[in-house]
C-alpha cells in the first residue's frame, strides 16, 4: 500500500511560479511511476505529466510543455511538478498518481495508477 500526500498549493496571481510536492509513503515503497493530474468543477480529470520512478522517462501533455516540469526524489519519496507562468486556467484541485507496475496503460489515463492523493487547490488570479 502506497500513500500519497499532496502540498505546495494555493493562491497566486498570473505568471507566478508554484511547485507543488507529493510524498509517497509505504513500506515496501515501490512505484514504477507517478503521475500529476488536475481537475476543475464539471469537467473530467485531465494528465498533466508523469515521471518513471527509476529512469526519470517523462510525459507530458503537449499544451504544458514548456510551462511545467516534472522531477522525483528518490531519497525522498517526493515527486514534484514545477509550474511556471501559471495562467488563471491553470486554476484546479491537482492529483498526484503512484502506478505499482508498467501494465501497457497510456500515462495520460486513470488506468495506469493504483494509488491516489486527496489533491491541493491551486488557484490562479488574473
Known amino acids: 500500500q502506497v500513500q500519497l500526500v499532496e502540498s505546495g498549493g494555493g493562491l497566486v496571481q498570473t505568471g507566478d511560479s508554484l511547485r507543488l510536492s507529493c510524498a509517497a509513503s509505504?513500506?515496501?515503497?515501490?512505484?514504477?511511476?507517478m503521475g500529476w493530474f488536475r481537475q476543475t468543477p464539471g469537467k473530467q480529470r485531465e494528465f498533466v505529466a508523469r515521471?518513471?520512478?527509476?529512469?526519470?522517462?517523462?510525459v507530458y501533455a503537449e499544451p504544458l510543455k514548456g510551462r511545467f516540469a516534472v522531477s522525483r526524489d528518490s531519497a525522498k519519496n517526493t515527486a514534484y511538478l514545477q509550474m511556471n507562468s501559471l495562467r488563471p486556467e491553470d486554476t484546479a484541485v491537482y492529483y498526484c498518481?503512484?502506478?505499482?507496475?508498467?501494465?501497457?496503460?497510456?500515462?495520460?489515463?486513470?488506468?495506469?495508477?493504483?494509488?491516489w492523493g486527496q489533491g491541493t487547490q491551486v488557484t490562479v488570479s488574473s
Open positions: 509505504g513500506r515496501p515503497f515501490s512505484v514504477y511511476a
Open positions: 515521471i518513471t520512478w527509476s529512469g526519470g522517462s517523462t
Open positions: 498518481a503512484a502506478g505499482k507496475i508498467y501494465r501497457g496503460k497510456p500515462p495520460f489515463t486513470d488506468e495506469a495508477y493504483d494509488y
